[in-house]
């Protein structure tokens, strides 16, 4: 029985400046499968440009069945292309070090959601987030918390694009009390019960139980009050999403 392929959804558009051509044939040619991913999960094209005055363009166009394969497949991409223009640019004669790591932008988007993410190997600051269509929403508390800027623009995105989210808003636990966080509030597509408190945070940031005592007394009375979310995010941007009672839970077995 045949069975239907999942539709690679997820989109995203690299250009890579090239210190010369023979670099950018050289990653186009070496980079062609996406480590710990299956074939038929990201597909990816790419496309040499030369312009007028001598420079030379990589682009790479991503196409993946999960946003989680999409990040998998950017990072490995941009690691290994930073690998190889460092060993060509050491390798030329008289070479100067042109690049220390790779170059990377882009136009991201989902179900037809356009706008524009630029990643890097760490996302401790989302580059140059301001050109993506849900920065406005989360720019002012990104300049408030630096320290969880790329964990709550990454959950926003996250949240609103690939999972789905409704009602979505980004709010500031200063005006319910201490401590100060930046925090989402929404209701997953699957929920039948209050909106839901998401707390985005660096992996490296440090948190204690206090923390998290006075984040549930001053927690919006429009949302659950029995739990909040961890959203996690790793420095190669993956988030992951830990549940936090309150009180006595019942074990899960």
């Known amino acids: 029985m045949a069975t239907a392929s999942v539709p690679l959804r997820h989109h995203v558009s690299v250009q890579l400046p090239c210190p010369t051509?023979?670099?950018?044939?050289?990653?186009?040619?070496?980079i062609e499968v996406d480590k710990e991913l299956r074939p038929h999960d990201v597909q990816k094209k790419m496309d040499i440009e030369e312009g007028e005055n001598g420079t030379v363009t990589l682009h790479v166009r991503m196409h993946a069945t999960t946003l989680r394969h999409l990040r998998l497949s950017l990072n490995s991409f941009l690691?290994?292309?930073?690998l190889i223009v460092r060993t060509m640019d050491t390798l030329r004669t008289g070479g100067t070090d042109l690049h220390t790591g790779a170059v990377e932008q882009g136009s991201m988007w989902d179900g037809g959601v356009v706008g524009h993410a630029f990643f890097s190997t760490s996302m401790a600051?989302?580059?140059h987030a301001?050109?993506?269509?849900?920065?406005?929403?989360?720019?002012?508390?990104?300049a408030k918390y630096p320290a969880q800027a790329g964990a709550l623009f990454q959950t926003y995105v996250d949240l609103k694009y690939a999972a789905r989210w409704r009602a979505l808003d980004v709010r500031d636990?200063?005006?319910?009390?201490?401590?100060?966080?930046?925090?989402?509030v929404g209701e997953a597509p699957d929920a039948s019960d209050h909106r839901q408190v998401v707390v985005p945070l660096q992996l490296e940031q440090t948190v204690d139980t206090h923390m998290f005592t006075e984040l549930f007394a001053h927690l919006p009375p429009d949302a659950a009050t029995t739990h909040v979310l961890l959203a996690m995010m790793s420095n190669d941007a993956t988030v992951v999403y830990y549940k936090l009672s309150q009180g006595l839970v019942k074990p899960v077995n």
């Open 125 to 127: 600051e989302p580059l």
């Open 79 to 82: 690691d290994d292309a930073a």
């Open 173 to 184: 636990t200063a005006s319910l009390g201490k401590p100060g966080w930046a925090i989402l």
């Open 130 to 142: 301001e050109r993506h269509a849900a920065y406005a929403a989360v720019e002012p508390l990104c």
């Open 21 to 30: 051509r023979d670099v950018a044939s050289t990653i186009q040619r070496v």
